[in-house]
């Protein structure tokens, strides 16, 4: 099956810079990666995704990065505020397999004042 | 807006005790997923269903059934419940009809407690 690796599983920045988290992935035939935000003490819920043909995608303050041939994807979040602090996953799938989600372990990000 | 909702926030149970956790969408999905959250481990799948009456086991099926008699309510059954078993969980929905590429919606999660 697939198994995705996410890094770091905590991540610290100044306000104002910029956060990046990592995942990579084990199965070649999945091709769709949507991250999810956790903020303490609520749901999951879906930021921003990325499907397999295509190679970035941008919304606002955030974006998407996928390297097919490396099998890793990367959630890019710019001019950080405090309201970013939360847990993010990443996670793969493949439709073939009925929209089965494989999650990473999270990031907790935490953005100082 | 598609709204998943769970049974309980919180519930403590004691060991050996049949433990159900409900959920309900509203949004007439087909798909419906049982994951548990522990930290450090992310969210892993313990079962999901496509259908009424469907189950597939995912990665941590053991210890746990399932049950999904409607379309809308998908059940979670602990036979037995154990103390590793103690963690938050949450289930979600999807429709296939959205497209290939669709977006899982997660209830507020049940913050399970065995004594």
């Known amino acids: 099956g697939e198994n995705v690796e996410q890094h770091p599983s905590t991540l610290s920045v100044q306000e104002g810079d910029s956060a990046v988290i990592k995942c990579t992935y084990s199965?070649?035939?999945?091709?769709?990666f949507p991250w999810y935000k956790q903020e303490l003490g609520k749901r999951p819920q879906l930021i921003i995704d990325?499907?397999?043909?295509?190679g970035e995608k941008k919304d606002q303050r955030i974006a998407v990065t996928l390297n097919k041939t490396a099998k890793h994807f990367s959630l890019h979040i710019t001019e950080t505020q405090p309201e970013d602090s939360a847990v993010y996953f990443c996670?793969?799938?493949?439709?073939?397999?009925?929209?089965?989600?494989?999650f990473g372990t999270g990031t907790s990000l935490t953005v100082i004042p | 807006d598609v709204k998943v909702t769970q049974s309980s926030r919180y519930l403590v149970k004691r060991t050996g005790e049949k433990v159900f956790l409900e959920c309900v969408q509203d949004m007439d999905h087909e798909n419906m997923f049982w994951y548990r959250q522990d930290p450090g481990l992310g969210l892993r799948l313990i079962y999901f269903s496509y259908d009424v009456k469907m189950k597939e086991k995912g990665d941590i099926p053991e210890g746990y059934s399932v049950s999904r008699e409607k379309k809308e309510r998908f059940s979670l059954i602990l036979e037995s419940a154990s103390t590793n078993q103690t963690s938050m969980y949450l289930c979600?929905?999807?429709?296939?009809?959205?497209?290939?590429?669709?977006?899982?919606?997660f209830g507020p999660g049940t913050r399970l407690t065995v004594l």
């Open positions: 979600a929905s999807s429709s296939p009809l959205a497209g290939a590429y669709n977006e899982q919606f």
């Open positions: 996670a793969a799938s493949r439709w073939e397999t009925g929209n089965q989600f494989y």
């Open positions: 199965d070649s035939a999945s091709n769709y």
């Open positions: 990325i499907r397999s043909n295509v």
